[in-house]
Antibody, heavy 114, light 111 residues
Framework: EVQLVESGGGLVQPGRSLRLSCAAS????????MHWVRQAPGKGLEWVSG????????GYADSVKGRFTISRDNAKNSLYLQMNSLRAEDTALYYC???????WGQGTLVTVSS | QSVLTQPPSVSAAPGQKVTISCSGS????????VSWYQQLPGTAPKLLIY???KRPSGIPDRFSGSKSGTSATLGITGLQTGDEADYYC????????????FGGGTKLTVL
């Protein structure tokens, strides 16, 4: 069974940093691209960032470009999102998603507030 | 403002059929496969349709997808109260140059 478990969310002040993790199991992690997708309270889905199986291609939404960094460790079956210079508008539930959204984690909540 | 355009809400009676539209452009839907997701209240999105019209195992054939040009449509027949959810269309650029884009979501109410 595919499982994606996000962690690392929490309450953080504007301008600070946070690192999210996603632990994957139940599939061959290094066969698939992975993505971060977020959902602000009461809002729709927003793609944040994606990374191919070998980290050879990485993409970011314009809203996070230059502030967020996606990475993966295939040996640890883990996906990461380093978030710097956080803003109030980054407040959202952050989901880890496999491939073309075939599977999603339950999300980790990031709240940016002073 | 979402890249893909969906109606904010649709409604129909139990047992009836409903369709949800998703409009994009040649840079997204026009040149990529479309997926559809169901998000029940308080839960993570779940894949309903991928590659425009394919259903993952376990998804009933009451759910169907189609694509024409720069638009896509999700169809749900035999509506059940348990189908009340938000539905999102999405398309993924495999090169990651544009990444993923989603519609704003459609709230389905089963009257």
């Amino acid at each position: 069974e595919v499982q994606l478990v996000e962690s690392g969310g929490g309450l953080v002040q504007p301008g600070r940093s946070l690192r999210l993790s996603c632990a994957a199991s139940g599939f061959t992690f290094d066969d698939y691209a992975m993505h971060w997708v977020r959902q602000a309270p009461g809002k729709g889905l927003e793609w944040v960032s994606g990374i191919t199986w070998n980290s050879g291609s990485i993409g970011y939404a314009d809203s996070v470009k230059g502030r967020f960094t996606i990475s993966r460790d295939n040996a640890k079956n883990s996906l990461y999102l380093q978030m710097n210079s956080l803003r109030a508008e980054d407040t959202a539930l952050y989901y880890c998603a496999k491939d073309m959204g075939t599977h999603w984690g339950q999300g980790t909540l990031v709240t940016v507030s002073s | 403002q979402s890249v893909l355009t969906q109606p904010p809400s649709v409604s129909a009676a139990p047992g009836q059929k409903v369709t949800i539209s998703c409009s994009g452009s040649s840079s997204n839907i026009g040149n990529n496969y479309v997926s559809w997701y169901q998000q029940l209240p308080g839960t993570a999105p779940k894949l309903l349709i991928y590659d425009n019209n394919k259903r993952p195992s376990g998804i009933p054939d009451r759910f169907s997808g189609s694509k024409s040009g720069t638009s896509a449509t999700l169809g749900i027949t035999g509506l059940q109260t348990g189908d009340e959810a938000d539905y999102y269309c999405g398309t993924w650029d495999s090169s990651l140059s544009a990444g993923g884009v989603f519609g704003g979501g459609t709230k389905l109410t089963v009257l």
